[in-house]
């Protein structure tokens, strides 16, 4: 009888880390989602899934490997994952988010992330959204928001410090998420509507605004070299590439109507197979 593979062997083998997103299917209660600042639209459910499809087409176009969670019926608001986990080379941060009827949408993606990393968890009384945790290098900016409270900032950074991880909280005004307000989309470098946040929280990064008639325009998803980006934006869209930023266009506008953008709808990780 040949002998398993010691552990370290089956290292050996792996290749080089590859690039996973977890996304979830699109909840058929989505029209119940959670409002803050947008008038309730009747969202088109077979259009948003065919949107959300190409989404997850442009992320394999990316390099990602896309791993599809089925839809929760019961949870409207269950295709945004972004705010259900911060996903780090080391481990994963199961969120506590702060609207309540979202709460129950972590078990799965806590389910689904254990196959890859070691978890911790925000707990009561702390709240925590990943549309919130903007991450530039070893620096996590966490907005304070409606969302994400000062427990949950400090919670996470609690968390994280062990892993050289700075966490800054950064205030949020008129806006859901901090990621609402400003992305990267480049190496250092950072696209903002400074309506929303205070610029100089960043430091020394290059900034570029949102086109004035755009408020929305500031979510971006960088994936390596290019940017998925939402087509309603061509204002902004021009300013990215006058500088050399590769935009990877989706139309993203059933989502919006649940004010939803582009980076809530996955949650990007390198992995190893
Ligand atoms: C909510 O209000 O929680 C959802 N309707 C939208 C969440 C969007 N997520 C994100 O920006 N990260």
Same mark, same amino acid.
């Given at each position: 009888m040949v002998p398993p593979d010691p552990p370290q062997r089956r290292e050996e083998r792996k290749g080089p880390p590859k690039l996973l997103a977890m996304t979830r299917e699109i909840s058929s209660?989505? *029209?119940d989602c959670e409002l803050t600042y947008q008038e309730r639209r009747p969202i088109d459910l077979a259009l948003a899934k065919s949107q959300h499809l190409r989404y997850e087409q442009a992320l394999e176009e990316l390099g990602c490997t896309v791993e599809r969670l089925p839809a929760a019926?019961? %949870? $409207? !608001?269950?295709?945004?994952?972004? @705010?259900?986990a911060i996903v780090l080379d080391e481990l994963a941060v199961i969120t506590r988010p702060g609207a309540e009827s979202r709460r129950p949408e972590t078990e799965p993606i806590a389910a689904a992330l254990r196959a890859y990393r070691h978890l911790e968890f925000i707990r009561a009384p702390g709240t925590l959204d990943g549309g919130d945790v903007l991450r530039v290098n070893k620096q996590l900016f966490v907005g304070l928001s409606f969302r994400t409270n000062a427990d949950g900032i400090e919670q996470l950074r609690r968390i994280l410090q062990p892993f050289g991880y700075g966490v800054a909280a950064v205030p949020v005004r008129? =806006? %859901?998420? %901090?990621k609402s307000a400003v992305t990267e989309v @480049? +190496? !250092?470098t950072l696209l903002i509507n400074r309506e929303w946040i205070d #610029? !100089? #929280?960043? &430091? +020394?990064v290059r900034l570029i605004d949102v @086109? $004035? #008639?755009?408020?929305? #325009?500031a979510n971006a998803l960088l994936i390596e070299q290019a940017v998925i980006y939402s087509s309603a934006f061509p204002r902004t869209r021009k300013r990215l590439e006058n500088v050399g930023i590769v935009v990877h266009p989706v139309d993203a506008s059933e989502l919006a109507k649940a004010? &939803? *953008?582009?980076? =809530? =709808?996955s949650l990007v990780f390198h992995f190893s197979s």
């Open positions: 209660s989505i *029209g019926p019961e %949870l $409207p !608001d269950s295709v945004f994952v972004e @705010d259900t008129g =806006c %859901l998420h %901090l @480049d +190496r !250092d #610029a !100089d #929280a960043f &430091g +020394r @086109d $004035p #008639a755009e408020p929305m #325009a004010e &939803g *953008g582009v980076t =809530c =709808c």
